[in-house]
């Protein structure tokens, strides 16, 4: 299990602050959305409704890396291209994307409901289903 | 239930994305998790380890009270003091908080547990002990 190493950036020893240190913004959840729901490559991301401006896609997807929560690996050689799949870390953030949108449908007016599967599932379900998605590609 | 009338600025009709347009930063969560723990002043949140500079909470505990999430009231004439309690719509954000505290002490090394209560409460449970303590102060 990849566990970050305590660091100066962790503004203290609360979990749910150390949780926000590195999902706290307006994007990661919204990207981590995508990739849960199929979304794999850069451009499909992109393509998303919320329109994410392209510097902080990049900037997110990195970070994102480097931390564990997703996986970079090539789909395709010429030209090269990649694919981002979630790991184990990254899946198991399911639940707070979970009652994060239980939480916006009820105090949140003229939202679209989620599809079947997204309240249903659990981590494993997602990884599950990263890996066949995985698969299929290369 | 006090809902958000739909807005421009909400970046999409994702429950997900919703949520996170109101509570999508590295210091809601923190704020409100002090709340629910019964720190209900100014002084009282910014005293807390994660030292949280005063701009931000002054701002972020205008607009939640703008969004319903706390609600601001008098408990002293003079001075004039003010405190912060959770609204249904606040405590209903306990299982966000939850979740992202338990992957927080899953994934990141060297934080603290917890207390006993928190991974255990319900809303209804936090949503009582804003009230006991806003009779305690009045």
Known sequence: ???????????????????????????TLVILRDVMEGKHRYGEIQASPENIPTNILSN?????????????H?????????AYTLTQKGADLLPVLQQAARWGQKYVSNCDTPPDWFFRAKPKDVLGRQQTDRRRRS
Chains 1, 2 share one sequence.
């Open 60 to 72: 997110r997807l990195r970070r994102l890396v480097e931390e564990g929560i997703i996986e970079k």
């Open 74 to 82: 090539a789909y395709q050689e010429r030209p090269l291209r990649h």
């Open 1 to 27: 299990m990849k566990r970050d190493k305590p660091s100066a950036a962790h503004r203290s020893r609360c979990p749910l602050t150390a949780a926000l240190d590195l999902i706290g913004d307006k994007w």
